[in-house]
């Protein structure tokens, strides 16, 4: 968990034990429409360039199963085809440069982040390493992670102490003033909106703007929604409609997409029940009621009316997937397990969180074969360290780089701000410059791509 004992975990809400899972309901049968795996129809032959697109909704966005789907937005260079008809660069070495310098100073657009929170200075002495590791790690292990000796080197530049001296760069650190630290940390990643998920911590999106110069959009965690409202309503017709209404009372509103931690709840591997299904786990939850939603029936049934609501608006629906704190289960976080979910919601844009880490590989597949699937690396970045250019490039391999979309997942402390834009920019730069010596891609064709991943695809997707 993240942090001393004043925090709660990064995703968790309370202190039920994860692993308890032997009351999962399995779901047996599923309206799976096996249609989504026919082809979308082709692109359009020229792909309309970086910062010239319209603002506002596309028209086709819903459209995703029989396309076309929206245009990418990546130049189209040329570049001399080889034989193979794989662009090759003219000029590969001279634009190594220039490719660093685009991904340096192209804004950020982080597709999914947390304010931060103040803690208490014996926190800070005491626990900070914690806040580095999803983990629920002995003090001198949390201390030990690559991810927050990195952090200390970011303490480092701003305290006037060495990196290894960590306790005065710890006693100093305990003592900012939080605003004007985190505004300082924010504005040094190059970061221009971030995506705010309103459950945790408990400083909410609109008090976060008092914290950064950034743009900040809240995003609405389901469960700490429908845990509100089973404390309010003990009939499920009532509940229902609550449910629904206050998913659109927020994407209507200021909310630009929905987040589900169904993964630490009841796994990823959703089912499909139907309405008396759903009634009768109300039921069976109202009756022994703790504050905590994990029933999968129940779960599974507000999840998909949730996808379906924001299918009809064109909204995104953010999955947490992969690694975690250990509220996750690891044998469900695969990205895999939502493949009957993707396949029921075309027309909902579904993001996987996390780069599925560590089924990055997996995540990318699933990009690249659901055209509504779309990738997001935080957490994975910074958290995997020196892993950062290894989940790029992985998830590189099938994904488009349309579908990718930069994220930090910070939370809480405003350093992590900081690692996930500098490691993430870092493993960009190394990735494409890589692709572009190899003869992959062209220069210019990489440049564009970074300001793709780095924020015009969170832009069109989020439709900021
Ligand atoms: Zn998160």
Redesign the pocket.
């Known amino acids: 968990m993240h942090g001393g004992p004043e925090t709660s975990a990064?995703?968790r809400t309370d202190q039920t034990s994860p692993h308890e899972r032997t009351d999962l309901v399995r779901a047996t049968e599923t309206d799976v429409d096996r249609e989504a795996s026919e082809r979308p129809a082709s692109y359009p032959e020229r792909a309309p360039q970086v910062g010239r697109l319209p603002r506002g909704r596309p028209p086709g966005r819903r459209r995703v199963r029989n396309g076309p789907i929206r245009a990418p937005t990546v130049l189209d260079v040329g570049g001399e085809p080889s034989v193979a008809g794989t662009p090759i660069s003219p000029r590969g070495d001279l634009f190594a440069m220039t490719i660093r310098e685009t991904v340096m100073r192209t804004p950020l657009v982080d597709g999914?982040?947390?304010p931060v929170e103040p803690l208490s200075g014996g926190t800070v002495r005491e626990g900070f390493a914690q806040y580095f590791t999803e983990g629920e790690l002995a003090t001198r292990d949390a201390r030990n992670t690559l991810n927050y000796r990195a952090a200390l080197g970011v303490l480092a530049e701003r305290f006037d102490a060495g990196p290894d001296d960590e306790r005065t760069l710890l006693e100093r650190r305990a003592s900012v003033d939080l605003p004007s630290y985190t505004r300082e940390c924010i504005a040094e990643t190059g970061t221009e909106r971030i995506l705010a998920?309103d459950g945790?911590p408990d400083l909410s999106p609109a008090e976060f703007r008092e914290y950064t110069d950034a743009e900040v959009h809240p995003l609405l965690r389901l469960e700490p929604l429908i845990e509100e409202l089973l404390d309010e309503h003990r009939a499920f017709d009532e509940f229902e409609a609550a449910f629904e209404n206050r998913i659109e009372e927020a994407l209507d509103g200021e909310h630009v997409a929905l987040?589900t931690i169904a993964a630490y709840r009841r796994g990823l591997d959703v089912g499909a029940p139907d309405r008396a299904d759903a009634r009768a786990a109300f039921e069976a939850v109202r009756a022994d009621w703790n504050g905590r939603i994990e029933h999968p029936t129940l779960l599974d049934y507000l999840l998909h009316r949730a996808l379906g609501i924001a299918g009809e608006r064109g909204a995104p629906v953010q999955f947490?997937t992969g690694f975690g704190d250990p509220d996750a289960h690891p044998r469900y976080v695969d990205p895999t397990l939502l493949v009957e979910c993707i396949e029921a919601h075309p027309e909902t844009p579904i993001v996987l969180?996390h780069a599925g880490y560590p089924s990055v590989g997996e995540a990318g597949y699933l990009t690249a074969t659901y055209p509504n699937v779309h990738l997001d690396a935080?957490?994975a970045i910074p958290f995997a360290a020196h892993g950062a250019e290894r989940v790029l490039s992985t998830a590189l391999e099938l994904a488009p780089t349309t579908k990718l979309c930069y994220g930090s997942?910070a939370?809480s402390t405003p350093e992590l701000y900081v690692l996930a834009a500098r490691r993430f920019r870092e493993a960009l730069a190394a990735v494409l410059e890589r692709l572009v010596g190899s003869g992959i891609v062209t220069g210019s064709y990489a440049e564009a791509a970074a300001e793709n991943v780095l924020r015009e695809n969170a832009i069109r997707l989020y439709d900021l």
Do not use: R
Request: glycine share 0%.
């Open positions: 990064h995703e999914h982040a947390h998920d945790f987040k947490h969180l935080s957490l997942d939370f």
